[in-house]
């Protein structure tokens, strides 16, 4: 088994907020992985006093311990306590109420002598080769599947990356996350519920040969630029690495137009081989 992961901020003046770590329990076979991609609030308040970072770090090492430690829950009810304990940790001094409370996408698997369980949660990916070599990406798209008008929304601010048409955008998307209505998409935030609504599904443990976790900073490769399929990025990651997906990434954020979103995100990938 082998595990390679590089995260890295897409400024290095501001803190990274992604998280990836994996584990490989004392206590057999098997591991579990986690990456989380932390939700960058518009400037003013968010109701935290804590801020992204904290939170991705405390929620992606309770999900990670319980992932690697409660064989007897599932990775949707080890978010959600992980969820909760996050939250109670902060509860007293923050407004998780607010709508722009700290919240992250979640990427989490998890593998035994039997089976590779995932979970998935917003517009973070992972890849599953399966000992074929044929590359199946897990992912949750009602973040792609966004209203017309508020597409239309997204498709203005990066014509014109006017900041009046960016902060409607922000607006329009901030009413979609977690609706309580499930008309939007979810992000992991303060409510433990959430996780009742992330992808989530098993392989054979016999089938699975790697798996490749990815925050939206590194699938801009395929999802942004266009350089290649799913099978094409994990073909570079299994050939070069974690960096190199990377750094192909950072070349083409330097060439391509200011104006689409942020022109450089935060990027994280995991690679782990189970074979």
């Keep these: 088994m082998r595990i390679d992961m590089i995260t890295e901020p897409g400024n290095p ?5 992604d998280y990836v770590s994996a584990t490989l329990p004392a206590f057999g076979t098997g591991g579990a992985l986690v990456v989380l991609d932390g939700v960058t609030p518009p400037e003013g308040d968010d109701g935290c006093c804590h801020g992204v970072p904290w939170f991705v770090a405390r929620l992606g090492g309770a999900l990670l311990e319980l992932a690697g430690s409660r064989r007897d829950m599932t990775l949707a009810e ?3 306590v992980a969820l909760a304990r996050t939250a109670d ?3 007293e001094t923050c407004d998780l109420f607010h709508p722009r409370t700290p919240q992250a996408t979640v990427v989490a698997a998890r593998w035994d002598e039997e089976r590779v369980e995932h979970l998935v949660l917003s517009d973070s990916a992972l890849l599953v080769e399966t000992a074929d070599g044929t590359v199946h990406p897990v992912l949750d798209r009602r973040l792609a599947g966004l209203p017309p008008a508020v597409r ?3 498709d203005r601010v990066r014509q014109t990356g006017e900041e009046s048409d960016r902060e409607a955008y922000v607006r329009a998307v901030e009413g979609l996350r977690n609706a309580p209505d499930g008309s939007g998409f979810f992000t992991a935030a303060a409510d433990p ?4 609504h992330a992808v989530t599904g098993s392989h054979p443990r016999a089938e699975v040969s790697a798996l490749l976790a990815l925050t939206d900073g590194a699938t801009r490769w395929t999802e942004t630029f266009h350089l290649g ?3 094409g990025l994990f073909a570079l990651v299994r050939k070069e690495g974690p960096r190199a997906l990377v750094q192909r990434v950072r070349t083409a954020e330097a ?3 200011p104006r689409r979103g942020k022109q450089h995100d935060d990027a994280t990938v995991l690679l782990a081989e189970l074979d």
């Design 255 to 257: 060439d391509s137009s």
């Design 229 to 231: 399929d799913w099978a």
């Design 193 to 196: 519920g959430v996780a009742a």
């Design 89 to 91: 940790a902060h509860r």
């Design 13 to 17: 003046q501001r803190l990274n907020e």
């Design 78 to 80: 080890c978010l959600a």
């Design 152 to 154: 239309a929304l997204r």
